[in-house]
């Protein structure tokens, strides 16, 4: 009797524990941008894993849609497109939110794509996003004060 309460409670505690550990492929928290009229939903990457898996492996992505990289310092952070299927723009930002500059990236390469000064943010968005609805650097992104710290 006393050898099934142990298991059971060390069983418990197991699953407690699984249930804090992060899945590959799991869905990422999101917070709303607003850039101008524009409200966009992004996927938070705020850690060392969601940052390194990113969009990889996605076929498709809604147009007000984007995913926003949280660093946990402000430096010239660089992105690539290696397993990334989509074509993508990146917007750079400061660490209230402005842009330093936007790249377009090319689907399944392994390109470096730099901050053009210290950012702590990058906004990925569908490719040509950006352009198409006239942001340019020195426009901000509206929000970035309630993501999360990146770790």
Request: hydrophobic share 50%; with cysteine.
């Amino acid at each position: 009797m006393m050898r099934r309460r142990l298991v059971g409670k060390l069983g418990a505690a197991c699953l407690m524990l699984m249930a804090l550990i992060p899945v590959a492929g799991a869905e990422m928290p999101l917070a709303e941008l607003r850039m101008g009229m524009f409200r966009i939903e992004a996927e938070v990457a705020a850690t060392d894993a969601n940052r390194q898996l990113g969009l990889m492996n996605r076929e498709k992505m809604p147009t007000y849609h984007g995913m926003v990289f949280v660093f946990p310092y402000e430096a010239r952070h660089c992105m690539w497109m290696k397993n990334t299927l989509l074509g993508l723009s990146v917007a750079f930002l400061d660490g209230e939110g402005k842009i330093l500059n936007i790249e377009d990236m090319t689907p399944l390469t392994e390109d470096n794509h730099c901050a053009a000064a210290a950012a702590r943010y990058a906004l990925e968005m569908n490719h040509g996003w950006f352009g198409a609805h006239g942001f340019k650097a020195g426009d901000v992104v509206q929000g970035v004060k309630n993501l999360p710290r990146g770790f």
